[in-house]
């Protein structure tokens, strides 16, 4: 497969991260942008720039004939998606496998497998891979309901096209299943095209834990160890780590190796994740999805194993095999990744675009900040507040913990507010510190900073 020239159709920190990869192996990038980032890292960064509509994601970074024809009018013989946007869209995939653009990650036909939860659940279940009790397709609450008897309350409702920890209810008894069996229903619809809800039995005292995949062309399958995702807002991932210290040894390496034949049973091509949700009362372990994009996460296991994954994936996608066998895989350290978001922690975590006026990033040994911001960059209102992300490597993660510490000291971000202050208040927190935390634990932890804050 031929990539000479990629489309980089994303924007904010992955776009820089996918630029400066395809230059470190000698690849030539356009960055797709809207008119709302003209002025991006991306558009300086990358050797030519090509705009694809109107600020908002729905005329721009969403409009699959929209990036063919920029991938096609600028020369372009490969796309990459990044994450977010249309990275999980079998759509994109196939669209430009039909206009012979290479399209840097899975296969259309890997991402629809992985795409509906209830029919990764079943790839899961043929491969011997644990999933949580639940129930197939909910039809509507009277069915659900009966279901959910058997399953027994409190439960999870899904939309079996969602993602990114939307379309999830929890429900925790009967009274509540006519009400949120419609709201969740007709949010699906609107979020994903599809309506279909399924559920899950809910499990409260529980780790966030995935597992990264690599597979290329040839069949080749290997996994580059799991993180611990289990600091989260509203389902969505604030703090990882790797490895997942407070799972023992040996039911972490389960875990990998089910991530490994999942990929493997469905001859995945590219980098993915496998995520999973394990149980802190029971030690149970049990696939969640599969998420068949690069993920916003990444570098915690780049900084543990060594291993460039965008690189890896430019390279499978133009037909190279791994160079790496599961045995020649090694692990050195610890590594924590902090997400830097342009809101207010002070005022409900409010979005706070707008124009920065100073941008110092911490640096030092085992210090790393993937961003797109710089001084005079103006935060757009239009998109997620992600700004950037602070990642840090030690010998341990007593060391990385430290490192982390001081990194979020020394990060100066003047004229808009950010997450930092509340990050700064997770990494001292004691139940943080020792490890004794869960999927629910941040939340808490928001509910109590905002109180005095307040």
Same mark, same amino acid.
């Given at each position: 497969?031929?990539v000479?020239?990629?489309? *980089?159709?994303?924007? $904010?920190?992955?776009?820089?991260?996918?630029i400066?990869?395809?230059?470190?192996?000698?690849?030539?990038?356009v960055?797709a942008?809207?008119?709302?980032?003209?002025?991006?890292?991306?558009?300086k960064?990358?050797?030519?720039?090509?705009?694809? &509509?109107?600020?908002?994601?729905?005329?721009?970074?969403l409009?699959?004939?929209?990036?063919?024809?920029?991938a096609?009018?600028?020369?372009?013989?490969?796309?990459?998606p990044?994450?977010?946007?249309?990275?999980?869209?079998?759509?994109?995939?196939?669209?430009?496998?039909?206009?012979?653009?290479?399209f840097?990650?899975?296969?259309?036909d890997?991402?629809?497998?992985?795409?509906?939860?209830?029919?990764?659940?079943?790839?899961?279940?043929?491969?011997?891979?644990?999933t949580?009790p639940?129930?197939?397709?909910a039809k509507n609450?009277?069915?659900?309901a009966a279901?959910?008897?058997?399953?027994?309350?409190?439960?999870?409702l899904?939309?079996?096209?969602?993602?990114?920890?939307?379309?999830?209810?929890?429900?925790?008894?009967?009274?509540?299943?006519?009400s949120?069996?419609?709201?969740?229903a007709?949010?699906?619809?609107?979020?994903?095209g599809?309506?279909?809800?399924?559920?899950?039995?809910?499990? $409260?005292?529980?780790?966030?834990?995935?597992?990264? *995949?690599?597979?290329?062309r040839?069949?080749?399958?290997?996994h580059?160890?799991e993180?611990?995702c289990?600091?989260?807002?509203?389902?969505?991932?604030?703090?990882?780590e790797?490895?997942?210290y407070?799972?023992?040894?040996?039911?972490?390496?389960?875990?990998?190796?089910?991530?490994?034949?999942?990929?493997?049973?469905?001859?995945?091509?590219?980098?993915?994740?496998v995520?999973?949700?394990f149980?802190?009362?029971?030690?149970?372990?049990?696939?969640?999805?599969?998420n068949?994009?690069?993920?916003?996460?990444?570098p915690?296991?780049e900084?543990?194993?060594?291993v460039?994954?965008?690189?890896?994936?430019?390279?499978?996608?133009?037909?190279?095999?791994?160079?790496?066998?599961?045995?020649?895989?090694?692990?050195?350290?610890?590594?924590?990744?902090?997400?830097?978001?342009?809101?207010s922690?002070?005022? &409900?975590?409010?979005?706070?675009?707008?124009?920065?006026?100073?941008?110092?990033?911490?640096?030092?040994?085992?210090v790393?900040?993937d961003s797109?911001?710089?001084?005079?960059?103006?935060?757009p209102?239009?998109?997620?507040?992600?700004?950037?992300?602070?990642?840090?490597?030690?010998?341990?993660?007593?060391?990385?913990?430290?490192?982390?510490?001081?990194?979020?000291?020394?990060?100066?971000?003047?004229?808009?507010?950010?997450?930092?202050?509340?990050?700064?208040?997770?990494?001292?927190?004691?139940?943080?510190?020792?490890?004794?935390?869960?999927?629910?634990?941040?939340e808490?932890?928001?509910?109590?900073?905002?109180?005095?804050?307040?």
């Amino acid at each position: 497969m031929s990539v000479t020239r990629v489309l *980089v159709a994303n924007r $904010g920190e992955i776009a820089v991260r996918i630029i400066r990869a395809c230059q470190s192996l000698g690849i030539d990038t356009v960055a797709a942008v809207s008119e709302a980032d003209r002025e991006s890292l991306a558009a300086k960064t990358a050797q030519h720039v090509v705009c694809i &509509g109107p600020p908002r994601s729905s005329d721009s970074y969403l409009r699959t004939a929209a990036l063919v024809a920029a991938a096609q009018g600028t020369g372009c013989d490969a796309l990459h998606p990044g994450y977010g946007f249309l990275s999980e869209r079998a759509e994109l995939a196939q669209a430009c496998a039909d206009n012979k653009i290479t399209f840097i990650g899975p296969s259309a036909d890997n991402i629809t497998k992985m795409g509906d939860k209830l029919e990764a659940r079943k790839v899961a279940a043929a491969c011997g891979v644990p999933t949580v009790p639940g129930s197939d397709h909910a039809k509507n609450p009277r069915e659900a309901a009966a279901q959910a008897e058997k399953i027994g309350y409190p439960v999870l409702l899904k939309a079996s096209a969602g993602g990114g920890g939307r379309g999830i209810k929890l429900i925790w008894n009967a009274s509540e299943m006519q009400s949120t069996f419609s709201t969740a229903a007709a949010e699906a619809r609107a979020a994903f095209g599809n309506d279909t809800l399924y559920m899950e039995r809910y499990i $409260g005292n529980a780790r966030h834990v995935e597992v990264q *995949v690599l597979g290329d062309r040839s069949g080749n399958v290997i996994h580059l160890g799991e993180r611990d995702c289990s600091l989260q807002r509203r389902h969505q991932k604030i703090v990882e780590e790797a490895p997942a210290y407070a799972v023992a040894k040996e039911v972490r390496e389960k875990i990998c190796h089910a991530a490994a034949v999942l990929a493997g049973s469905i001859g995945y091509q590219s980098a993915g994740t496998v995520e999973f949700i394990f149980d802190n009362d029971t030690k149970e372990f049990f696939f969640l999805e599969m998420n068949t994009r690069i993920q916003v996460e990444h570098p915690v296991t780049e900084m543990i194993t060594g291993v460039d994954l965008v690189a890896q994936q430019l390279r499978i996608a133009r037909g190279e095999a791994l160079p790496y066998r599961q045995s020649d895989v090694r692990f050195f350290g610890h590594a924590i990744e902090c997400r830097i978001n342009a809101e207010s922690p002070q005022h &409900g975590f409010r979005p706070c675009p707008g124009l920065i006026i100073g941008w110092q990033a911490p640096e030092g040994a085992g210090v790393r900040v993937d961003s797109h911001c710089y001084s005079g960059y103006f935060v757009p209102p239009f998109y997620d507040s992600l700004l950037g992300k602070l990642i840090v490597h030690g010998e341990d993660r007593a060391q990385a913990l430290a490192r982390m510490k001081q990194a979020l000291a020394s990060f100066r971000v003047e004229g808009i507010d950010t997450g930092i202050p509340f990050l700064q208040a997770v990494i001292d927190d004691p139940d943080y510190i020792k490890g004794k935390v869960n999927t629910q634990w941040l939340e808490k932890k928001l509910e109590q900073y905002s109180a005095l804050s307040g």
